[in-house]
């Protein structure tokens, strides 16, 4: 009778079974699809252990799995895949190496300390390279200019214009910030 009040008359055995377990652990409490979730969760582990176990009976050359091979199969499951922590003293011991060295040195200054602007994604990422002109037009100019030349002119005051193309010239723009939309 108290199955039919529960609602449990229409459950499958294996879930049953599971609502039992749950009750025999102290879960009162919990959700309906729980009880679906542990068949699946079930089920899978039947099957990926059965299917374990035949592929060892059939490296045997074993016409039917037998309880061995069954064995061996959640053997292998249990090893690989469920793993135990470290002991405590491993974990102790690697916390001791880590806490050796100190953390970097901060500088604080008023507000929120910042890394350093080269490691912001807001510092200028890019250069632009002005291209120098190309050599036989530069001597072209160069010889027109020095035709217009006064000769009364020191020609020491002026850097010679080679050496000024021949010099890479590189320069870089920080990009500008986000403008409201004005509608």
Same mark, same amino acid.
């Given at each position: 009778?108290a199955?039919?009040?529960?609602?449990?008359?229409?459950?499958?055995?294996?879930?049953?079974?599971?609502? !039992?377990?749950?009750?025999?652990?102290?879960? !009162?409490?919990?959700e309906?699809?729980?009880?679906?979730?542990?068949?699946?969760?079930?089920? #899978?582990?039947?099957v990926?252990?059965? !299917?374990?176990?035949?592929?060892?009976?059939?490296?045997?050359?074993?016409?039917?799995i037998?309880?061995?091979?069954?064995?061996?199969?959640?053997q292998?499951?249990?090893?690989?895949?469920?793993?135990?922590?470290?002991?405590?003293?491993?974990?102790?011991?690697?916390?001791?190496? #880590?806490?050796?060295?100190?953390?970097?040195?901060?500088?604080?200054?008023?507000?929120?300390?910042?890394?350093?602007?080269?490691?912001?994604?807001?510092?200028?990422?890019?250069?632009?390279?002005i291209?120098?002109?190309?050599?036989?037009?530069?001597?072209?100019?160069?010889e027109?200019?020095e035709?217009?030349?006064?000769?009364?002119?020191?020609?020491?005051?002026?850097p010679?214009?080679e050496?000024?193309?021949?010099?890479?010239?590189?320069v870089?723009?920080?990009?500008?910030g986000?403008?409201?939309?004005?509608?």
């Amino acid at each position: 009778m108290a199955d039919k009040e529960n609602g449990d008359e229409e459950l499958p055995r294996d879930a049953k079974i599971v609502k !039992t377990l749950l009750k025999s652990m102290g879960v !009162t409490e919990y959700e309906p699809r729980v009880i679906h979730q542990f068949l699946e969760l079930w089920y #899978r582990y039947v099957v990926d252990v059965l !299917t374990d176990a035949q592929v060892y009976s059939e490296h045997a050359a074993k016409p039917a799995i037998d309880p061995d091979d069954i064995k061996l199969a959640i053997q292998t499951k249990v090893n690989f895949g469920f793993s135990q922590p470290p002991p405590r003293e491993v974990l102790l011991e690697l916390a001791r190496n #880590r806490n050796k060295m100190p953390l970097p040195k901060s500088i604080t200054g008023p507000g929120i300390p910042l890394p350093p602007d080269e490691d912001t994604l807001i510092s200028p990422n890019y250069q632009l390279a002005i291209p120098s002109r190309p050599q036989a037009q530069a001597d072209e100019e160069i010889e027109e200019d020095e035709d217009m030349e006064d000769p009364n002119q020191n020609s020491n005051l002026n850097p010679p214009q080679e050496q000024l193309q021949n010099t890479p010239q590189r320069v870089s723009f920080p990009l500008p910030g986000k403008r409201p939309r004005e509608i």
